[in-house]
Every structure is written in structure tokens, then in C-alpha cells.
């Protein structure tokens, strides 16, 4: 079965560093972009940005890039998103999916998600 | 950057009454990468169409995709129980995804 598993719930304070991590199974996890994908509370999907793990080739959104790092080891098929200063506002839900070139490039598996709450 | 407007922002029907979602791109963008997300609460979303009118795997034949250019539709033709839930669309260009806002369904 293809899935993606994402690490657990966070709380961390402003300021902090964090960094969640999505692990893929049942498929080459090299030869497929995963992508990250913010969404806040109450609110819809924002796409953050993309990296093929095959040789760590990265792309960000332009509202993301510069806030958070996209990082991947190939060798435990496993794709982080991090933080290095939290900040209340990154309080959302995180969610890695990935995408399928073979249906244009479409989010075809999700993780359940991460859950991050920033508070002081 | 391609901006995605869905439209309604809700649309409150009955069970087996057919649902019509449309989603606006603010430029023509290529339909092979134009799809449609089912999210309901608490969970992650799903996909559902990909290429604008193919259904991903295990989809119902109740939801199809249709449009071209600049304007896209998601359509229920039936509505089921299951099916009130946020749907999104969704497209990627040049290793950049944009999503639209959302249309809620609800049960009227």
C-alpha cells in the first residue's frame, strides 16, 4: 500500500525551531515530488513548495520561500519541512502529499497531516 | 502566478440533488494540470479528478470534471450523503501549485 506518515502534533513556542517529517512506503519514494501544503485554522489549502527526493531538487511557493526549509533523505524515504524562528501565525495544519506526474502532476497521496500550535 | 476563483463560496442542497462547482483561472492554463480535492472535517484531502475530467482511482462515476482554458467545473450528479464536503481545485505549473479557496456543500 502507498502511504505517507507524517510525525505527530506539535506545540512549540514563538521563536523555537521544529521540524516535522512525512516517511513514504509501497512506492520508489526517489522518482516522485513531494509537496508540502499549509492550511490554517478554518481556512483552505495553500501549496508551500516541492522537492524530488531523487536529488533533493527544491521549489517554493514565493509567500513561503524564505520561511521555512524543504529538506529530504532518500536513504529512510523521508521528506522534513522545518522551522527555524516559530511564529504564531505558522499555527495550522501540515500536510505532505505526493505528487503524480502520471496524473499531471496532481497531489494523488496525503499524509494525515501535523498539526502545529505556536503559543507562548 | 495563476490565481484559482471558486464559485459559490456554498452551495446548499439535498440528497440527490446534482451539485455543479466552477473554478476560474485568471489566465488559460494547460488542463492536464487542473484537479479537484474532496476535504472533509478532520481529515485530508482526497483526490478526485486529475487532467480536468479523469477520475483517480476508486472515484464514483457520480463526479466528473469538465472545462478548458480558463474555466473548469467539478460536477456531483447525485449527491450522497458522503459527498457534503469542502472540494478544491487545484493546479500546477512551471513547480508551482496554486489552490482555489474552496466551495462548501452542505446539506440544505
Known amino acids: 500500500e502507498v502511504q505517507l506518515v507524517q510525525s505527530g502534533a506539535e506545540v512549540k513556542k514563538p521563536g523555537e525551531s521544529l521540524k516535522i517529517s512525512c516517511k513514504g512506503s509501497g512506492y520508489t519514494f526517489t522518482t516522485y515530488w513531494i509537496g508540502w501544503v499549509r492550511q490554517m485554522p478554518g481556512k483552505g489549502l495553500e501549496w508551500m513548495g516541492i522537492i524530488y527526493p531523487g536529488d533533493s531538487d527544491t521549489r517554493y511557493s514565493p509567500s513561503f520561500q524564505g520561511q521555512v526549509t524543504i529538506s529530504a533523505d532518500k536513504s529512510i524515504s523521508t521528506a522534513y519541512l522545518q522551522w527555524s524562528s516559530l511564529k504564531a501565525s505558522d499555527t495550522a495544519m501540515y500536510y505532505c502529499a505526493r505528487l503524480s506526474y502520471g496524473s499531471g502532476y496532481s497531489m494523488d497521496v496525503w499524509g494525515q497531516g501535523t498539526t502545529v500550535t505556536i503559543s507562548s | 502566478e495563476v490565481v484559482l476563483t471558486q464559485s459559490p463560496g456554498t452551495l446548499s442542497l439535498s440528497p440527490g440533488e446534482r451539485a455543479t462547482l466552477s473554478c476560474r483561472a485568471s489566465q488559460s492554463v494547460n488542463s492536464i494540470y487542473l484537479g479537484w480535492y474532496q476535504q472533509k472535517p478532520g481529515q485530508a484531502p482526497r483526490l478526485l479528478i486529475y487532467?480536468?475530467?479523469s477520475r483517480a482511482t476508486g472515484i464514483p462515476d457520480r463526479f466528473s470534471g469538465s472545462g478548458s482554458g480558463t474555466d473548469f467545473t467539478l460536477t456531483i450528479s447525485r449527491l450522497e450523503p458522503e459527498d457534503f464536503a469542502v472540494y478544491y481545485c487545484?493546479?500546477?505549473?512551471?513547480?508551482?501549485?496554486?489552490f482555489g479557496q474552496g466551495t462548501k456543500v452542505e446539506i440544505k
Open positions: 487532467g480536468a475530467s
Open positions: 487545484q493546479h500546477y505549473s512551471s513547480s508551482l501549485g496554486t
